[in-house]
């Protein structure tokens, strides 16, 4: 998830106009989509210094998020009598319009949470391909799965729902983590549910805008819903409902590529994905900073980890407010 972020970037980006209708803008009611029946915890593996615990939810496939997966990692040894922190952090595999399964990478890539004493649940994203089909059916079939749960919300309220019933963890200190499009679903999760914060490191910020509207067009009569799903799924949609702590994670030595967004060109000179990235970036800090109640941090995201460190101080010593039962 986080050793790979500035590859995905380089291959991501785009630029960060938003339009839409209203019908396109609503927050998703996700009191409307049941939740699944929450399995028991299954026998832990040792894992490093966690305790791994793989659980599936065992509901119909037809259903949102009945059939997703986690993969919860607790301290290995933990405080007797203590509630831990919560980081939920979706599969980072997961795409514009289709989900992802959790990786052994994704499991690497949250250990310095675990290490520091912070819970970590990894959940799977509806809208993975199952094999029945191929080529545009399978396609269709992963998208429709994906806009079912409300691209990745459904599996972030059930992981935070199971997480909440079965786990040693402290309501008030619930943080949700991703990069990249993962890091788009942390926003949006932390913008329909008030949670102790959010992480979200170069995340994609408007699905819209980086796919484009042509290409949306195109893809209509293949990936239906896609329109509505490409305003209503972007962060930006929803900015104002914002809140908690979130940091937000930039590429160093990138600058301030801002100025109102356009149509897609840089009138100076053409950006690179990585500096459409950042400025998007950079126009999220700004108009949350304005529009909502969030506190926000600016992270560098540098290869010697000290973001990450700064996350964690965070979480390990601030008493936050109290969180709401998904």
């Not at 939920?88 to 052994?104: E, R």
Request: contains cysteine.
């Amino acid at each position: 998830m986080f050793g790979r972020v500035a590859l995905i970037a380089a291959v991501a980006g785009g630029a960060y106009l938003f339009c839409s209708s209203n019908a396109d803008t609503d927050a998703y009611d996700l009191s409307a989509v049941a939740v699944p029946e929450l399995p028991e915890m299954p026998v832990a593996v040792l894992h490093e210094h966690a305790a791994r615990f793989d659980v599936e939810f065992g509901g119909p496939e037809e259903l949102a998020g009945h059939t997703g997966k986690l993969v919860v990692l607790l301290p290995d040894p933990r405080p007797r009598g203590e509630q831990l922190p919560l980081m939920l952090a979706a599969a980072s595999g997961m795409g514009f319009v289709a989900g992802a399964n959790v990786t052994a990478a994704d499991v690497d890539d949250v250990m310095t949470f675990v290490k520091a004493g912070i819970a970590v649940v990894l959940y799977s994203v509806d809208g993975v391909p199952d094999g029945s089909v191929s080529g545009e059916a399978a396609a269709s079939q992963a998208f429709q799965a994906f806009r079912r749960s409300f691209a990745g919300l459904v599996n972030a309220r059930n992981a935070h729902r199971f997480a909440l019933a079965r786990l040693p963890v402290d309501p008030q200190r619930v943080y949700t983590i991703g990069a990249a499009e993962s890091g788009g679903l942390a926003l949006l999760y932390a913008e329909h549910m008030p949670l102790a914060g959010a992480i979200a490191l170069l995340p994609e910020l408007s699905i819209h805008d980086a796919f484009g509207a042509n290409a949306i067009r195109k893809s209509r009569p293949l990936l239906q819903g896609l329109v509505e799903l490409s305003h209503r799924a972007s962060p930006y949609t929803h900015i104002r409902d914002l809140s908690g702590h979130v940091f937000i994670g930039v590429s160093p030595g990138q600058g301030d590529v801002a100025g109102p967004p356009n149509d897609g060109r840089d009138t100076r000179r053409e950006l690179s994905p990585q500096e459409r990235t950042n400025a998007g970036a950079e126009r999220f800090i700004l108009r949350a900073r304005r529009e909502s109640s969030a506190d926000i941090t600016r992270l560098a995201l540098t290869t010697d980890g000290k973001a990450l460190l700064a996350i964690v101080a965070h979480i390990k010593g601030v008493a936050l407010s109290k969180g709401k039962t998904p």
